[in-house]
């Protein structure tokens, strides 16, 4: 079997001459390989007990490997081979090559059985990120072969999915999905509307009109043409949007306007005080759920990588939400003593304090 196209699979070999390259068309993967097991053992006696043949057999091959090659791999004066400079160079290309052709069997394998070569994910920025990573990290162990590639976005994660950029998208209920895209629930997530301690509406007390709310800039992340009219609301006269979380985090907690974010991004801002939740008038007290979903289009469904990726998001939010339930259930964790975000009166009190 020639080895000279395999060579090229691998672009550390770039450096490989072609000229050399030519010289291979008669070289066998069957020589490569007791060419390493040479090397490795020390001897060919040890070769050929690892390969499962006679000393004879392991130095004849390695003989007309060096003779093909034009090189000489290992000096004989000696009781045992030395690989000369020669075979120690030539040595890590022929563990690539070895490599390669693993890979190559691998990834042939798992076509045959449906497996994708690639899988391209498009994740709205609000989903929980330590859930995305832990899927991430996982897919990588059960599915070596498959080249995982993500695109993070903050609301546009249809239209990759649309045009086929994207094998599956993360979306939120927000989104605006077309009938001919099929979407899979995935986990349901809290939002809350925060303002900072020092913005005029912290002040407010009660739930705000959205005559109140019209006359400061409302903060926003998600691109308004991909929002669907069921969740189109004209709270602000004034709206700013910024694409980065950073930068919305960054204007929050100025002072420079108001904004939804997921409860789960904004943990540490409401434990220091840094922003402090508002209730308007049309959300529930305890903030507005949304739902995030899996979309792909409907004629061309998840292979076995992509179904996989879907099912491991579910499991992976199950799994964190029943440690969250264990850790307030036990003994002294956060149950026995909750920690409260800091409210507009426990601030006051602060600022009044420090005087």
Known sequence: MSINALLLVDSSLEDVSLEWIYMLDGVTLDQVRTFIAAADEGSFSGAGQRLGRAQSVVSQTLANLEGQLGVKLFDRSGRFPVLTDQGRALLAVA???EDNVDLFKARAK??????????????????????FIATVAAFQKQFPTTLLKFEIESSAVVEPVLDER????????WSVIPSHLTREALLKIRTATVVSPQHPLAAHSGPIPPSVLYKYVCLVHVDPADISPA?????SSRVWHLSHLGAKLAFLRAGLGFGGLPIHMLEEDLASGALVPI?????????????MSAIYRTDSPPGVAGRWFIERLKQEDAARSKERT???A?????AAKPRRPATRRSLARRRKGSR
């Open 231 to 235: 969740y189109e609301r004209n709270r």
């Open 330 to 334: 036990a003994p002294g964790g956060p």
């Open 326 to 328: 264990v850790q307030l």
């Open 279 to 291: 209730t308007l008038e049309d959300s529930p007290p305890a903030g507005r759920m949304i739902a």
């Open 110 to 131: 798992s076509l045959a059985g449906g497996l994708e070569p690639e899988l391209s994910v498009a994740v709205d920025v609000m989903f929980p990120v330590e859930t």
């Open 95 to 97: 563990r690539s090559v």
């Open 166 to 173: 994207c094998a599956i998208g993360v979306a939120g209920s």
